[in-house]
C-alpha cells in the first residue's frame, strides 16, 4: 500500500476513493480500522464517522487509523476533511491534524478542502461555495456543525496551537517548485488556495516529499501521479432488484434532491416526534418500503427551522441518534428482505446505512456526480451510492439508482 486516507466520514471517504480511483490506483475503502493486514491495493481509505465525535475520540479513531495504513507500508496520508470544512472551534480538524503530524513526524501540514467540480474554491484564505463565501452558503445553518466563518486560517488557528500559515493563489498559480519554496519553515498548518484543478494538481506535486496532507477529496488530484500510477477505467458491475433512497442530509442541496424525488416515487417523511414516541419505527417503515412497486424515498430532509425546533425539544445530540439508530436498523431489515440498491443523502446517515448493512470492505465504482462514485459491498450482492449532502444534482436519486444497476 502506498498511500493511505483516514476519512472523518463515510461520503468523504467514497469521494477521496473515486479520486483516486480515476487516477490509476487500485483502491479499497475500509469501514473502521480493520483488524488484520488488507489485500493489496495502491491506496486504503479508512472511513471513520469522526467529524463530529467528543474530540478525545475522533484524535484516537483517527490514530489508530493512521498505525494501521503505516503498518501496510504507507509512505504517506491524507486526513480527508469535507470540501465545506465541517468543523466547530473544538476541534476536530486542527486536533487530529495535530496528532498524526506527531505521529508522522510532519512539521508543515498542507490543508486544502477546495473542490472546483462542485464549486468548492479557496481564495486569500477564505473558503467559497460557488460564488458564496461559505457563512452565506447555507453551511451556516447544518444542525452540528454551523460554519459561520468563510476565513479558514481564522477557522483553524481556533482549533490547534500550532501556527497556522496561508499560500496565496499567486504562488500557486507558478506552480509545484513556487509552491514547494514557499512551504518552507517551523511547525506550521498551511492553508493552500486553490481555485482550479491545475492548482490541486500543483498542490499534489509539491506534497511528493509530505507525508501529511489535509484536504478534500481535491487535493488527491495530484497524487497518484507522485507514485508513477496514470489514469485508467475502472470496471463495474451493478446489482439488480430492489432500490430504496435514504435521506437524512439537511443541505439545500439534498432538500432541493428530496422535493424533485417526492413529484416522481412513493415517499415518506421522518417525523422527529413520531420517532420519539415511537409510533414510527424503522419496523414500519421497512413494511411500507416492501410494499411499493417504485423504489421509493424515505427521508428525514427538513428545512432548517424545523430541525433546529426538534433539537431545542428533544436535544440536538439525542434526535441525530435516534434517526441514525432508525437508519442503521432500517438498512439492515431493507438488506435482509431483498433490497439491493441504497442510495444515502448525508455523512451522519451513510455510516448509520454502512454499519446497518455490516459493511467492512467498499470497492469503487463508476462516478455517478462529481464526488460520488457506485460502490459495491465485499461479500454481498448490495450496491450503494453514499452521497455527500451538498453534492449533486436535482435529478440525483434516480441516476443513482440506475448506476447502481448498470453493467460498465
Same mark, same amino acid.
Given at each position: 500500500?502506498?498511500?493511505?486516507?483516514?476519512?472523518?466520514?463515510?461520503?468523504?471517504?467514497?469521494?477521496?476513493?473515486?479520486?483516486?480511483?480515476?487516477?490509476?490506483?487500485?483502491?479499497?475503502?475500509?469501514?473502521?480500522?480493520?483488524?488484520?493486514?488488507?489485500?493489496?491495493?495502491?491506496?486504503?481509505?479508512?472511513?471513520?464517522?469522526?467529524?463530529?465525535?467528543?474530540?478525545?475520540?475522533?484524535?484516537?479513531?483517527s490514530l489508530a487509523a493512521g498505525r494501521?495504513?503505516?503498518? /501496510?507500508?504507507?509512505?504517506?496520508?491524507?486526513?480527508?476533511?469535507?470540501?465545506?470544512?465541517?468543523?466547530?472551534?473544538?476541534?476536530?480538524?486542527?486536533?487530529?491534524?495535530?496528532?498524526?503530524?506527531?505521529?508522522?513526524?510532519?512539521?508543515?501540514?498542507?490543508?486544502?478542502?477546495?473542490?472546483?467540480?462542485?464549486?468548492?474554491?479557496?481564495?486569500?484564505?477564505?473558503?467559497?461555495?460557488?460564488?458564496?463565501?461559505?457563512?452565506?452558503?447555507?453551511? /451556516?445553518?447544518?444542525?452540528?456543525?454551523?460554519?459561520?466563518?468563510?476565513?479558514?486560517?481564522?477557522?483553524?488557528q481556533r482549533q490547534t496551537n500550532w501556527?497556522?500559515?496561508?499560500?496565496?493563489?499567486?504562488?500557486?498559480?507558478?506552480?509545484?517548485?513556487?509552491?514547494?519554496?514557499?512551504?518552507?519553515?517551523?511547525?506550521?498548518?498551511?492553508?493552500?488556495?486553490?481555485?482550479?484543478?491545475?492548482?490541486?494538481?500543483?498542490?499534489?506535486?509539491?506534497?511528493?516529499?509530505?507525508?501529511?496532507?489535509?484536504?478534500?477529496?481535491?487535493?488527491?488530484?495530484?497524487?497518484?501521479?507522485?507514485?508513477?500510477?496514470?489514469?485508467?477505467?475502472?470496471?463495474?458491475?451493478?446489482?439488480?432488484?430492489?432500490?430504496?433512497?435514504?435521506?437524512?442530509?439537511?443541505?439545500?442541496?439534498?432538500?432541493?434532491?428530496?422535493?424533485?424525488?417526492?413529484?416522481?416515487?412513493?415517499? /415518506?417523511?421522518?417525523?422527529?416526534?413520531?420517532?420519539?414516541?415511537?409510533?414510527?419505527?424503522?419496523?414500519?417503515?421497512?413494511?411500507?418500503?416492501?410494499?411499493?412497486?417504485?423504489?421509493?424515498?424515505?427521508?428525514?430532509?427538513?428545512?432548517?427551522?424545523?430541525?433546529?425546533?426538534?433539537?431545542?425539544?428533544?436535544?440536538?445530540?439525542?434526535?441525530?441518534?435516534?434517526?441514525?439508530?432508525?437508519?442503521?436498523?432500517?438498512?439492515?431489515?431493507?438488506?435482509?428482505?431483498?433490497?439491493?440498491?441504497?442510495?444515502?443523502?448525508?455523512?451522519?446517515?451513510?455510516?448509520?446505512?454502512?454499519?446497518?448493512?455490516?459493511?467492512?470492505?467498499?470497492?469503487?465504482?463508476?462516478?455517478?456526480?462529481?464526488?460520488?462514485?457506485?460502490?459495491?459491498?465485499?461479500?454481498?450482492?448490495?450496491?450503494?451510492?453514499?452521497?455527500?449532502?451538498?453534492?449533486?444534482?436535482?435529478?440525483?436519486?434516480?441516476?443513482?439508482?440506475?448506476?447502481?444497476?448498470?453493467?460498465?
Amino acid at each position: 500500500m502506498k498511500l493511505g486516507v483516514i476519512a472523518d466520514d463515510f461520503t468523504g471517504a467514497s469521494d477521496i476513493a473515486l479520486t483516486l480511483a480515476e487516477g490509476g490506483m487500485t483502491v479499497s475503502q475500509f469501514v473502521g480500522v480493520p483488524a488484520t493486514a488488507a489485500l493489496s491495493c495502491d491506496a486504503g481509505v479508512i472511513s471513520l464517522k469522526s467529524r463530529t465525535a467528543p474530540k478525545t475520540e475522533a484524535v484516537a479513531q483517527s490514530l489508530a487509523a493512521g498505525r494501521w495504513l503505516l503498518a /501496510q507500508g504507507c509512505t504517506q496520508i491524507v486526513f480527508k476533511v469535507c470540501s465545506t470544512f465541517d468543523s466547530t472551534d473544538d476541534g476536530n480538524i486542527g486536533p487530529v491534524i495535530e496528532a498524526l503530524a506527531d505521529l508522522i513526524g510532519e512539521t508543515r501540514v498542507l490543508v486544502c478542502p477546495a473542490f472546483p467540480e462542485n464549486g468548492r474554491s479557496v481564495y486569500q484564505g477564505h473558503l467559497f461555495v460557488g460564488d458564496h463565501p461559505l457563512h452565506e452558503s447555507g453551511m /451556516q445553518h447544518h444542525p452540528l456543525t454551523p460554519m459561520s466563518d468563510p476565513d479558514l486560517r481564522r477557522v483553524l488557528q481556533r482549533q490547534t496551537n500550532w501556527n497556522v500559515d496561508h499560500i496565496d493563489a499567486r504562488t500557486v498559480f507558478k506552480g509545484a517548485e513556487a509552491i514547494t519554496a514557499r512551504n518552507q519553515g517551523a511547525n506550521a498548518m498551511v492553508i493552500v488556495d486553490a481555485i482550479r484543478d491545475a492548482d490541486l494538481i500543483a498542490i499534489g506535486a509539491s506534497a511528493r516529499d509530505r507525508v501529511l496532507l489535509c484536504g478534500g477529496s481535491g487535493i488527491a488530484l495530484g497524487l497518484p501521479a507522485n507514485f508513477g500510477i496514470t489514469r485508467h477505467s475502472i470496471d463495474w458491475q451493478g446489482a439488480k432488484g430492489r432500490g430504496v433512497v435514504l435521506s437524512g442530509s439537511c443541505s439545500a442541496a439534498t432538500r432541493a434532491q428530496v422535493a424533485f424525488s417526492k413529484e416522481r416515487a412513493p415517499y /415518506q417523511e421522518i417525523i422527529a416526534a413520531s420517532v420519539m414516541d415511537g409510533t414510527q419505527t424503522a419496523q414500519g417503515i421497512a413494511e411500507w418500503v416492501l410494499a411499493q412497486d417504485a423504489a421509493p424515498l424515505v427521508y428525514s430532509s427538513a428545512d432548517p427551522e424545523a430541525v433546529r425546533a426538534a433539537q431545542v425539544t428533544y436535544g440536538k445530540d439525542v434526535i441525530a441518534a435516534k434517526i441514525e439508530d432508525l437508519f442503521r436498523e432500517l438498512s439492515r431489515i431493507l438488506a435482509k428482505n431483498g433490497v439491493t440498491r441504497i442510495v444515502s443523502a448525508g455523512g451522519e446517515t451513510s455510516g448509520a446505512v454502512i454499519a446497518g448493512l455490516g459493511a467492512k470492505v467498499l470497492h469503487i465504482g463508476p462516478r455517478i456526480a462529481p464526488g460520488v462514485p457506485a460502490l459495491k459491498i465485499a461479500g454481498q450482492n448490495m450496491a450503494v451510492a453514499l452521497k455527500s449532502g451538498n453534492f449533486g444534482d436535482e435529478q440525483f436519486f434516480q441516476t443513482a439508482l440506475d448506476q447502481l444497476e448498470a453493467k460498465a
